[in-house]
């Protein structure tokens, strides 16, 4: 059933799960003679259905762990970053997988893949599930990402409008009514 202020569905929920199926395999790929566990280092809040899903279908040991940071958009500096959950792990000489759920201007990673350098992360994975690249600000590619998606703020599968519809299984807009 869709929620009714949605105005489209982007990506069904299959669709997603094929999407997470093929990153699945690509860090399957990549990491599975690792000696150390990698760390999986999850964005909340946004990455939890993603990042579910996507560690079910991982086939080497690897660790767990999450970061929550607060991103001054606009003319702030990209040293303005305000770390609201930090890991519990130490990154130094670790492999890191860093899961999103969407780069936009690319900012909020930059900064976060800053604080990962910092901390003589050995190498870092970046991988996310949507990548809007019409309104990239900085030059920064995701390693990996499972979908791309054209100039809409979407909604549903860890996506957020004032907190809200993260629960849905699928992605979609937003109806203009119910935002402006
Ligand atoms: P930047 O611009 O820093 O953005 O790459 C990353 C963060 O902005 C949020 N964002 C969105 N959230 N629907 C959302 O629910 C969207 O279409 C959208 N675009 C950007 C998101 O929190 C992401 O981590
Ligand atoms: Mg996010």
């Keep these: ?10 990506l069904t929920a299959d ?4 999407g997470i199926n093929k990153c699945a395999q690509y860090i399957n790929k990549k990491f599975k003679q690792s000696k150390i566990p990698p760390l ?3 964005v909340l809040k946004g990455c939890i259905p993603f990042l579910g899903r996507l560690i079910s279908k991982v086939e080497f040991d690897m660790e767990l762990d999450f970061i929550a940071v607060a991103s001054y958009h606009g003319t702030e500096s990209t040293q303005n970053v305000k770390i609201v959950t930090d890991l519990a792990t130490d990154v130094k000489n670790r ?6 759920d969407i780069v936009d201007t ?3 990673i930059h900064q976060i893949l800053e604080i990962f350098k910092n901390r003589q992360a050995k190498s870092i994975t970046f991988v996310t599930l949507l990548d809007k690249p019409s309104r990239r600000i900085l030059n920064l590619k995701p390693d990996y990402f499972c979908f791309t998606i054209p100039n809409y703020f979407v909604v549903g599968f860890g996506l957020d409008y004032n907190q809200k ?6 992605i979609g807009v937003l109806k203009k009514s119910y935002y402006s």
């Design 40 to 42: 999986m280092v999850g």
């Design 95 to 100: 492999d890191v997988i860093l899961i999103e």
């Design 1 to 10: 059933m869709i929620d009714n202020r949605i105005d489209k569905v982007l």
């Design 15 to 18: 669709e997603i799960e094929a």
């Design 106 to 108: 690319a900012f909020t």
């Design 165 to 170: 519809f993260r629960n849905l299984p699928y």
